[in-house]
């Protein structure tokens, strides 16, 4: 299993920067314009937020049908990026497993839609 090297030390108000909010994937659907497989998915943050797209290499460790409903984490204050044909607006979070495919990170209980993670 590789491991990436340790990022350099921050302060407190650096990770303050990066606005990591939880939200709930309302729509999940192919993305074969991607260059690696995709996923194209639809994030409800909540009010304060609203819908954002996101795309998601998550296509090995989970399918479409079990991605509809659940809560996610994601980097809400990154800009647009534009990957193919869509503008994918958060970068949802995740973990490489042994063989480096994506997992989504974890809710442990479900949470309000938009909650900061701290």
């Given at each position: 299993?590789?491991?990436?090297?340790?990022?350099?030390?921050?302060?407190?108000?650096?990770?303050?920067?990066?606005?990591?909010?939880?939200?709930?994937?309302?729509?999940?659907?192919?993305?074969?314009?991607?260059?690696?497989?995709?996923?194209?998915?639809?994030?409800?943050?909540?009010?304060?937020?609203?819908?954002?797209?996101?795309?998601?290499?998550?296509?090995?460790?989970?399918?479409?049908?079990?991605?509809?409903?659940?809560?996610?984490?994601?980097?809400?204050?990154?800009?647009?990026?534009?990957?193919?044909?869509?503008?994918?607006?958060?970068?949802?979070?995740?973990?490489?497993?042994?063989?480096?495919?994506?997992?989504?990170?974890?809710?442990?209980?479900?949470?309000?839609?938009?909650?900061r993670l701290f």
């Amino acid at each position: 299993m590789k491991h990436e090297d340790v990022a350099e030390e921050i302060g407190f108000d650096d990770f303050l920067k990066v606005d990591i909010r939880v939200g709930t994937i309302v729509e999940a659907e192919p993305f074969p314009e991607a260059r690696k497989p995709a996923f194209r998915l639809t994030i409800d943050f909540g009010p304060e937020i609203g819908l954002k797209k996101s795309s998601a290499q998550i296509t090995i460790r989970h399918s479409l049908e079990e991605l509809v409903g659940k809560q996610v984490m994601a980097v809400v204050n990154f800009p647009p990026r534009q990957i193919g044909p869509m503008r994918s607006q958060v970068l949802t979070l995740g973990f490489p497993d042994e063989e480096g495919n994506v997992v989504l990170a974890a809710i442990s209980h479900g949470v309000p839609n938009g909650g900061r993670l701290f």
